[in-house]
């Protein structure tokens, strides 16, 4: 008589466990919809000014840099006289060690870097045409070397620590752009 009792309770065990189960494609398909969330709301915390660190042939520090297309025949961006300050400063790169240089500017690895100033090109009475920049590019391929390194936001001493990443060769963990 107890047999048949125990057998009872175990398939009444077995289909309560069954059934009170989801499907396994249904957890996994609301697990990654969780986890998918939770990086689109990582990525948007982390927006913001992008670090770029650069390297080139040249001292080009105190250059106007404007951006060409890929083919180099063009300048696609340039700044207004205006446009070339950052916090109400002009906008040079930050000096970082071992002789990379931090964008305030906003450029990319296509920039090219003009024979004028930025305090002579804040100073124009007008912004030149692109024909005018295009004219007055110093060199068309200036770059040697340039890392995507995160957002400012991603830092709480951002000099201090791109230094430290520089100093202990860690660039390598950065995204290189050229």
């Known amino acids: 008589m107890r047999k048949p009792f125990c057998y009872f309770i175990s398939i009444i ?7 009170s189960c989801k499907p396994s494609s249904t957890i996994n398909k609301k697990k990654k919809a969780e986890i998918k969330k939770e990086k689109e709301m990582e990525q948007g915390a982390k927006a913001g000014p992008p670090v770029i660190i650069y390297k080139t042939k040249a001292d080009y520090y105190d250059k106007v840099p404007v951006t060409l297309s890929e083919d180099k025949s063009d300048i696609v961006s340039f700044p207004g006289i205006k446009d070339v300050f950052y916090k109400g400063k002009l906008a040079y790169p930050t000096m970082l060690n071992k002789g990379y240089l931090l964008d305030n500017r906003g450029i990319d690895q296509n920039a090219a870097f003009l024979n004028i100033t ?21 060199d068309k391929d200036p770059i040697t070397e340039m890392y995507y390194c995160g957002t400012k936001y991603d830092y709480k001493d951002l000099i201090a620590e791109l230094n430290d990443i520089i100093d202990n060769d860690m660039l390598i963990a950065m995204k290189r752009l050229k």
């Open 13 to 19: 065990m077995i289909s309560a466990l069954i059934f």
């Open 118 to 138: 930025y305090e002579e090109y804040s100073k124009l009475e007008k912004t030149p045409s692109k024909d005018e920049l295009y004219k007055m590019i110093l």
